[in-house]
């Protein structure tokens, strides 16, 4: 090892300073470097009830990362050792819900609990019950749990503690790397914005586990916040949503001009610039079908400009948010296939409109459930036809077979569903939808 000087030991690398705001490029000057790069990590914070061990861990993590700058190959060790403590933190968040006792289910045998003071005595327990074929028991489920990374995230999902379908993959992703660095085979280079993002998502996935959402999240999303728009269109295939405030004070030239648009007010999530989540659909308004990106609420419509403004003067309505999330859509099989549609609104179709193949499928987003549908026909296409985690996509189906089957499957996911009777509203024209009855 060669022994270098304390001034060189205070160079920043050549390297660190090459990754500037507009990726590679012009070097930066070390005080600019040092700054970028600790403000692309300075925001994730981590929930005041997380636990001391993880929070320890992950606090000096960032303090690590900041001396980059200085040494390109920190960025590797940073990356690398936030994928170990993805276990920690599922094991810390183990303890606090176990409070101290698991109970396993044994085949054709009573159930049976254990007191457990520390994480080793529980993979003790778990290695043990597991040669004995016992599954751990978590609320009203029983699971496959050997104690290590794969029990760990099967018990957090059937816990409720982690959420989302495009999430699973990330963590399936989070999982395989953990295990290569845990057991390497051989030599690998992580850059300043592969170790960024791996802390940012250790720590979205550390404040899902204890409760917290993250705001504009990219793997655990807070709800989303929508306000009170108005979508009108005309015949010759223009379309617009403007928000309410727009319609306050009444001009009588535009609302003549506007007589030829029909209006519908919904409540929607806006478009906001920057944000991960804005709707490519925001035109595709369907108040039968899922055929928006994000859940959007009829309030009323079809009608003029002028009668939508009266309406709102009386109303009032106000905004809100919503978790869009693990959502189920039911999707029809019949004679073609159908957009998304919500249970609530299959539920209360009338008999001639309920025929056809119906699936329940469990997805983030109205696009994901409806390919993964379109595709399950494919069998080259590895996407699941029974009940279960689809391998090839971000979808989870629910049940199949007639609309009732669809809807007992839903409702085995989401509790009672009560029917909703809407009244016919949409945008007539749809690029991304055509096939709509």
């Known amino acids: 090892m060669e022994i270098q000087p304390l001034a060189d030991l205070r160079t920043a690398d050549d390297l660190s300073l090459a990754f500037n705001p507009y990726g590679l490029g012009s070097r930066m000057r070390p005080e600019d470097a040092a700054e970028f790069q600790q403000r ?11 636990a001391s061990g993880t929070r320890e861990s992950f606090e000096r993590l960032r303090t690590i990362f900041a001396y980059g700058v200085l040494c390109y190959d920190v960025y590797t060790m940073v990356g690398d050792q936030a994928l170990l403590i993805f276990e920690q933190a599922l094991r810390d968040r183990f303890m606090e819900w176990c409070a101290g006792t698991i109970t396993f289910r044994l085949p054709q045998a009573p159930d049976v609990s254990y007191t457990v003071t520390s ?7 778990a290695d043990r019950m597991t040669r004995r ?23 957090a999902r059937a816990a409720g503690l982690l ?5 699973r993959a990330v963590e399936d992703a989070l999982a395989k790397l953990r295990n290569y660095v845990a057991h390497p085979s051989g030599h690998h280079v992580d850059t300043p914005v592969g170790a960024a993002r791996t802390v ?8 899902q586990l204890w409760g917290q959402a993250t705001p504009d999240g990219r793997l655990y999303p807070a709800p989303l916040h929508r306000e009170i728009a108005v979508l009108s269109w005309n015949t010759s295939g223009r379309t617009r949503m403007e928000p309410a405030d727009a ?3 009444p001009d009588p030239m535009e609302d003549q001009e506007d007589d030829e648009y029909q209006h519908v007010v ?20 369907d108040n039968r079908y899922e055929t928006r990106e994000f859940p959007t609420e009829y309030l009323w419509g079809p009608g003029t400009r002028a009668e939508a403004r009266k309406w709102l003067e009386n109303e009032r309505p106000e905004g809100d948010s919503v978790d869009f999330i693990d959502r189920v859509f039911l999707i029809q099989d019949h004679k073609c296939l159908l957009p998304p549609m919500r249970p609530a609104v299959a539920a209360g179709l009338p008999d001639n409109e309920r025929v056809g193949v ?4 469990r997805a983030d987003f109205p696009t994901d459930a409806f390919a993964h549908v379109r595709s399950s026909g494919d069998r080259s296409a590895g996407h699941t036809l029974r009940p279960g985690n689809c391998p090839a996509c971000s979808a989870e189906v629910l049940g199949s077979g007639s609309l009732d089957e669809a809807l007992r499957a839903a409702t085995a996911a989401l509790g009672p569903i009560q029917a909703e009777d809407l009244p016919s509203a949409r945008v007539p024209q749809s690029i991304f939808w055509p096939d709509r009855p």
């Open 40 to 50: 692309q990590i300075a925001d994730c914070d981590l929930s005041e009830s997380v």
């Open 119 to 125: 994480y080793d005595d529980v993979k003790k327990r």
């Open 133 to 155: 074929h016992a599954k751990l028991v978590v609320d009203t489920h029983a699971i496959e749990f050997n104690g290590m990374l794969h029990g760990l995230r099967l018990w």
């Open 163 to 167: 959420r989302g379908r495009r999430s």
């Open 200 to 207: 940012r998502d250790l720590a979205e996935l550390i404040n």
């Open 247 to 249: 319609l306050a004070d």
């Open 266 to 285: 919904v409540r929607a999530v806006p478009f906001i610039p920057g944000s991960r989540w804005n709707d490519p659909h925001w035109m595709e308004f």
């Open 358 to 361: 119906w699936h329940a499928v």
